[in-house]
């Protein structure tokens, strides 16, 4: 199975934009990337706005590439209504986009499947779902929430199983919630990507005991799964201490990796939504 991670915020977006391939399928997780309208104070940065234009012109190209397209939920970093046409000839596999949502996802669900129904070649419901493509077999959990409570609605998190097994949390924010947490334990997999806790909104938005919850459930899943490889981004990587708060979970068992997504590819991450001060001030990247 080949995993590649496309646009995360380690690689300088608003993303968790996932490519997964298997011999009978490809198939492409969360096609959106955004960049923060305030962070600081200050508006995106010109190079933010460049990186968001390379990561837009990436997923694209992926997306060409894959059989099935999958969007967990509706807020604007994981799909891009604006650009229908990349669904085109696709089989898109979709959170449901009527039941356990907020009413600015319900809003955004109706006008984006309005928007996408020309050019798709098939719209399934995913939610609680399990499909088969060869030898490939591909789970949806039930709804989970984004976080603690409905406020920010609700997502579906993603399995493929082939030659191992792969899990992609979406935004459970840690997890945080038994649900989300439950799903991952019950899949066991080799390998997962989680989008962390809000640590960048502690004090305004998130509270210690939050982070410290996601932490343990982190922990619970490395003691009680098979778990090789812990790609962990997204909200965690908008914060420059980041690694401060995982730096433990590697030593829970020896045969434990854990990383962010620029990590996983080899590279050096490259927060710029966390480093935007420094760039307004004229700072070395």
């Known amino acids: 199975m080949k995993i590649l991670p496309i646009a995360f915020d380690s690689l300088g977006v608003r993303s968790m934009a996932t490519y997964v391939e298997t011999p009978d399928v490809r198939i492409f997780i969360d096609p959106g990337v955004s960049v923060s309208p305030d962070r600081y104070s200050l508006p995106p940065h010109r190079v933010e706005l460049d990186r968001h234009r390379e990561m ?12 099935i397209v999958v969007v967990t939920h509706y807020h604007f970093d994981h799909h891009n209504p604006d650009h229908p046409e990349i669904y085109e000839d696709k089989d898109v596999f979709l959170k449901h986009p009527r039941e356990f949502l907020n009413q600015s996802q319900k809003e955004r669900a109706a006008s984006f499947l309005s928007r996408i ?22 789970a949806f959990s039930e709804p989970v929430l984004h976080g603690l409570t409905a406020k920010l609605g609700y997502v579906i998190q993603v399995m493929v199983e082939a030659d191992q097994r792969f899990l992609f949390t979406s935004d459970v924010q840690g997890p945080l919630n038994s649900g989300a947490l439950d799903f991952v334990i019950d899949v066991d997999p080799d390998i997962f990507i989680v989008d962390g806790p809000p640590t960048y909104l502690l004090g305004s938005h998130c509270k210690k005991a939050d982070i410290e919850l996601s932490i343990e459930n982190l922990k619970k899943i490395i003691s009680s799964t098979r778990l090789k490889t ?5 909200h965690l990587l908008r914060d420059l201490n980041w690694f401060d708060y995982i730096k ?9 990796t854990v990383c962010s997504a620029a990590g996983f590819l080899g ?19």
């Open 230 to 234: 812990m790609i962990i981004d997204h």
């Open 117 to 138: 129904e020309q050019y798709a070649k098939s719209i399934n419901i995913a939610d609680g779902k399990t499909f088969d493509f060869g030898n490939a077999r591909v």
């Open 56 to 67: 837009w012109e990436a997923i694209t190209r992926w997306v060409d590439m894959s059989d």
């Open 267 to 285: 590279k050096e991450e490259d927060q710029l939504e966390a480093r935007r001060k420094d760039m307004y001030n004229g700072l070395p990247l």
């Open 248 to 256: 433990d979970l590697g030593k829970l068992r020896n045969n434990v």
